[in-house]
C-alpha cells in the first residue's frame, strides 16, 4: 500500500468515525434539587436518590409511566401464586452489569435479602413486609427463581418497580448496575456524571443498542429560580417539575418548550384537628367533628378560582382522595363538591349554626373563628390560604392564616397536635390504595385528622379500616376496586381531609430533545431515558 | 445641603399624609380580592395594578406603609429608650454595674435573633389577629434591638461622669441624681436621637427581611415586607415595572431618613 493510499485511507477513516460520534446522542443535562444521600438502591429515602437509582437502576419489571401498564424488563415473566405470597420470574439471560459482571438469579436473591435485612432499614423493603417470619428466595435455575412472603401482598409485582437488582459478585458493589447509566464521577455539592452503561440490554427496534444518549450530567442546583433561568439560557436541556407561574415564562419566552402533560396523583388537603387529646377548646373540636361543617367548608371554597389563580390554570378542582389520573383506581362515579355557598350555609344551619351581621356563630353564641397552619415561604400554600380566607368569610368564618416554619409545623401536627386545621399538599409515588394504608387506617401514624386510635371512634372510620384490609388481602383487582371505591366514597362524604386541588404535572423540555414523552406519573420527563436523544438523526432510526 | 434635607422632608412628609389618608385615598379594601383581574396592568380602577389575586396594589402600598412607619418608629422609641437607659446607667455607675449590663448586652447581640423570632413566633397562640402578630413582631424587634445602642450610650455616659464638668458640679455639691438628669442625661439626647433614626430604616428592613422568610406580617395584611416578597423570584422580572413601586419607596423613606440624620450631625 503506498503513502497516498495510506492517506485515502486514515481520511476516510477519520470520516467515519467523525460521523459515527456525530450520531451518537449527546450529553443531557439537568438539575437535581440536592445531593442524593445514597447510592445503595436498597437505602434510597430521599428524591435525589430515588431519581439516580430510577436512572441507574435494572428493575425486573417497570410500571410504564405512560400506559401505566407494568411492563417486563430484567425478567421476560413472572407469575403471581393463588396465595399471593409467591411470585416467580423467569429472568433474561446473558446479561451483564455495567462493569461486566454476569447477572443470574443469585442477584435477585442477594438483593432481595439485603432488602429484607431489618438491621438496614430498607424504605424500598417496606413495602414487601408483610407479616412476621423470613422472606425466602429460592434460585430454581440461573434463569429462574421464586421468592415467598410470609403473608400476602396485594399487588405483589408491582412493588418490584422500586427494586433495582444489585450484583452479589461484583467488587463495585452498587455501583455495578443493569441500568442505561452508571454513575461515573461525582463532586459533592457541584455535579453528578453519568456515563453510559455499554452493557445496557435494551435494543431498538433496528437493533441499535441503548441508551441514545452518550452520557448525562446532573447539576446539584437547589434554587428553583437559577434552574429555570439556566434552562431559558440553553444550559440545562429539561426541569422535570416546573411550577405554574414558572411554566407561563417558558410558555412565553421559548414556544413549545412548555409540556402540561395533564392532572396529576398530588392533591393540596386541608384537614381540622379532630385528635381527642389536642388542647383545643371542645366546643371548636365539635365543630370540626362534625361531618356537615367539614362538607360546608369544602362546600364554601371556591377551588376553581384556586385552580385559575394560583395554578394559572394548570390544575382542577379535586374531586376525593384520588386523582383521575390513576386510571384503575379512580372512583368515576365521584363528581367535585361544587362551590355552593347557600348549601354550606343550609348544612351549617343543620348544626346550629346561625349567621348574624356577616359573622357566623355556633348554636351557644361562640364566634366561628380558626386557625389554619401551613408552611412558611411556601408561596403557593399561602395564596390558597389566602384565598380560603376571603371565600369563608363570605359565609362569617374568621381564618386566620399561620404561616410556620416546617419543624414547628411538623411538632404540631404529629407531636403535640396544637393546631386547628392544617393545609398541606401530599405526593403520591404510586398508583392505587398500596401507599393509602398508613393514612386511611384509624390507626395509622399518617390518619392525620386523629391518628393513632386504638379502635375506630367512629362508625365511618371503622368501615374504612375493614374496606381498606380486604382490599389488602384479597388478590382480586375486581374485588379490591370495589372496596377502595366504597372507601373514596366514604371519604368523599365524611370529608377528613377537604382536597381543594389536583395540579398539572408540568415541565420544560428544549426543543433538542427528541423521544420525550412527558407523563403524569414522576419522574415526569425521562421516564425512558433510554431511548430520549439529542440527536434528531438517532431518533428517527 | 438645605435643599437634601427639604426633599426629605417633603417625601416623609407626603408619605405620612398619605399612610394617615389611606382610608380616604384607597380605592379599594387592601384585603378585597378581583378575582377576575388578577395580575392586572394599571388602570383607572387599580392605579398600580393588581397583584396575583386580584389586591389593589395600591391600596395594599398605602396600608403597608402605614403598617411599617408607624411600627418601626414605635421599634426604634423601646430601643432607644431601653439602650439609653441600660447604657446611662451601666456607663455613669461603672463599675461592677457596668460589667454586668454590658455582660448581658453582649449576650443578647450574640443571640441568633433570626432563630429566636422563629421561636417566638412558634410559641405564640395560633389564633392572634393579623394585627396583633405584627404588633408582636415588632415588639420583639424592638425589645432585641437595644445592645449595639446601650454599648455606644454607655461610653459616653462613662466619658461624661469623667469629664470637666461634672467633676465642677460634684465639687459645687450637686449630688448624683440631680448630675444624672440635669446634666448628663441632655448631653446623652443627641446620641440617643441618632440611634433612633437610625433604628427606624433598621426595623424597616428586618421586617421586610422577615417578611420575604414569610415570618413577618400575616395575610391578608399588607406590609413593606409582604409587598417586597412578591419581587422574590424569576417571576418578579416579568416587564411590570409597576410591581417595583414599594421597593422604590422603601428606597426612598430610607433616604430621607439617612438624610435627616446626617444634615443632624453636620455642624451647623
Not at chain 1, 19 to 47: E, M
Not at chain 2, 27 to 38: C, H, I, K
Amino acid at each position: 500500500m503506498n503513502s497516498r493510499s495510506r492517506v485515502l485511507l486514515s481520511l476516510i477513516f477519520f470520516f467515519v468515525t467523525t460521523l459515527a460520534s456525530a450520531q451518537g446522542g449527546g450529553q443531557l443535562r439537568f438539575c437535581l434539587r440536592s445531593d442524593p444521600k445514597t447510592f445503595d438502591p436498597v437505602l434510597v429515602d430521599d428524591d435525589p436518590s430515588e431519581r439516580v437509582r430510577y436512572i441507574t437502576g435494572g428493575f425486573l419489571m417497570r410500571l410504564n409511566r405512560f400506559t401505566q401498564q407494568l411492563e417486563p424488563e430484567l425478567a421476560t415473566s413472572w407469575k403471581v401464586s393463588k396465595d399471593g405470597r409467591t411470585i416467580s420470574f423467569r429472568l433474561r439471560e446473558g446479561l451483564r452489569f455495567s462493569d461486566g459482571t454476569p447477572f443470574s438469579a443469585d442477584d435477585v436473591a442477594f438483593t432481595m435479602q439485603r432488602l429484607m435485612d431489618l438491621s438496614l432499614h430498607s424504605p424500598t423493603g417496606d413495602a414487601f413486609r408483610s407479616g412476621d417470619g423470613k422472606v425466602q428466595t429460592q434460585v430454581l435455575a440461573p434463569n429462574k427463581i421464586s421468592v415467598t412472603f410470609p403473608a400476602p401482598i396485594a399487588s405483589l409485582d408491582q412493588h418490584f418497580d422500586q427494586v433495582a437488582i444489585m450484583s452479589a459478585k461484583s467488587p463495585k458493589k452498587e455501583m455495578a448496575v443493569l441500568g442505561p447509566f452508571y454513575v461515573s464521577d461525582y463532586k459533592a455539592g457541584s455535579y453528578l456524571q453519568l456515563n453510559r452503561n455499554p452493557n445496557y440490554w435494551k435494543h431498538d427496534e433496528n437493533g441499535r443498542q441503548l441508551p441514545y444518549l452518550d452520557s448525562v450530567r446532573l447539576d446539584i442546583q437547589g434554587n428553583r429560580d437559577t434552574e429555570m433561568l439556566r434552562f431559558l439560557r440553553g444550559e440545562i436541556d429539561l426541569v422535570d417539575n416546573v411550577d405554574a407561574e414558572y411554566y407561563s415564562r417558558v410558555q412565553t419566552e421559548q414556544a413549545g418548550s412548555g409540556h402540561d402533560s395533564g392532572v396529576t396523583l398530588d392533591p393540596e388537603q386541608v384537614w381540622f384537628n379532630q385528635t381527642p387529646k389536642s388542647p383545643i377548646p371542645a366546643y371548636k373540636r365539635a365543630w370540626f367533628r362534625s361531618t356537615n361543617f367539614r362538607v360546608a367548608i369544602w362546600q364554601a371554597l371556591n377551588r376553581d378560582d384556586i385552580a385559575r389563580i394560583v395554578y394559572r390554570g394548570r390544575a382542577q378542582s379535586a374531586v376525593g382522595m384520588l386523582s383521575p389520573a390513576d386510571k384503575f383506581w379512580f372512583n368515576t362515579r365521584l363528581t367535585t363538591h361544587s362551590y355552593d355557598r347557600q348549601g354550606a350555609l343550609k348544612l351549617l344551619a343543620q348544626d346550629g349554626f346561625r349567621l348574624q351581621n356577616g359573622q357566623l356563630f355556633d348554636r351557644d353564641g361562640h364566634l366561628v373563628e380558626f386557625s389554619l397552619v401551613t408552611g412558611a415561604g411556601n408561596k403557593t400554600r399561602e395564596r390558597i390560604a389566602t384565598m380560603m380566607q376571603q371565600d369563608l368569610s363570605q359565609i362569617g368564618i374568621k381564618l386566620n392564616v399561620v404561616p410556620l416554619d416546617f419543624p414547628s409545623l411538623i411538632e404540631r401536627i404529629t407531636r403535640t397536635y396544637d393546631y386547628e386545621a392544617c393545609l398541606l399538599g401530599l405526593t403520591n409515588m404510586s398508583l392505587g390504595p398500596d401507599a393509602q394504608m398508613n393514612v386511611w387506617l384509624s390507626s395509622a401514624d399518617n390518619h392525620q385528622w386523629n391518628p393513632r386510635q386504638k379502635q375506630p371512634e367512629t362508625a365511618w372510620e371503622a368501615e374504612i379500616d375493614r374496606l381498606m384490609r380486604t382490599q389488602a388481602s384479597s388478590l382480586d383487582p375486581k374485588k379490591r376496586k370495589e372496596a377502595f371505591d366504597r372507601v373514596q366514597q366514604i371519604a368523599w362524604e365524611q370529608a377528613p381531609f377537604i382536597y381543594l386541588v389536583n395540579r398539572h404535572a408540568l415541565s420544560a423540555i428544549s426543543p433538542k430533545l427528541h423521544n420525550a414523552q412527558p407523563a403524569v406519573l414522576q419522574p415526569y420527563v425521562y421516564w425512558n431515558i433510554d431511548r430520549i436523544s439529542k440527536s434528531a438523526e438517532v431518533a428517527s432510526k | 445641603m438645605i435643599w437634601m434635607r427639604n426633599i426629605a422632608i417633603g417625601v416623609l412628609a407626603m408619605t405620612f399624609a398619605a399612610c394617615l389618608l389611606a382610608g380616604t385615598i384607597a380605592p379599594a379594601s387592601y384585603a378585597m380580592q378581583f378575582r377576575e383581574e388578577p395580575d392586572a396592568a394599571p388602570s383607572h380602577q387599580h392605579w398600580l395594578g393588581t397583584d396575583d389575586l386580584g389586591r389593589d396594589r395600591f391600596s395594599r402600598l398605602l396600608q403597608g406603609t402605614r403598617i411599617s412607619l408607624l411600627l418601626a418608629p414605635a421599634a426604634a422609641f423601646l430601643t432607644s429608650v431601653l439602650a439609653g437607659l441600660i447604657g446611662g446607667i451601666a456607663g455613669y455607675w461603672g463599675g461592677w454595674t457596668e460589667r454586668v449590663l454590658m455582660a448581658a448586652a453582649d449576650l443578647v447581640l450574640s443571640l441568633p435573633w433570626l432563630f429566636l423570632l422563629l421561636t417566638a413566633r412558634a410559641l405564640m397562640p395560633l389564633n392572634v389577629s393579623p394585627m396583633n402578630s405584627v404588633a408582636i413582631t415588632f415588639l420583639i424587634l424592638g425589645l432585641l434591638g437595644w445592645a449595639a445602642a446601650a454599648r455606644v450610650v454607655c461610653a459616653g455616659a462613662r466619658s461624661l461622669r469623667a469629664s470637666d464638668f461634672s467633676l465642677q458640679a460634684r465639687a459645687m455639691g450637686c449630688g448624683e441624681a440631680r448630675l444624672l438628669f440635669r446634666h448628663v442625661a441632655p448631653n446623652l439626647q443627641p446620641m440617643l436621637l441618632t440611634q433612633f433614626w437610625i433604628s427606624i430604616p433598621v426595623f424597616i428592613l428586618a421586617e421586610a427581611n422577615l417578611g420575604i422568610l414569610g415570618l413577618g406580617v400575616v395575610e391578608p395584611l399588607p406590609s413593606w415586607g409582604s409587598l417586597l416578597k412578591e419581587l422574590s423570584g424569576l417571576t418578579a422580572i416579568s416587564g411590570q415595572p409597576w410591581v417595583f413601586v414599594p421597593l422604590l419607596l422603601l428606597i426612598a423613606v430610607v433616604t430621607s431618613f439617612q438624610v435627616l440624620l446626617v444634615d443632624q450631625e453636620l455642624p451647623s
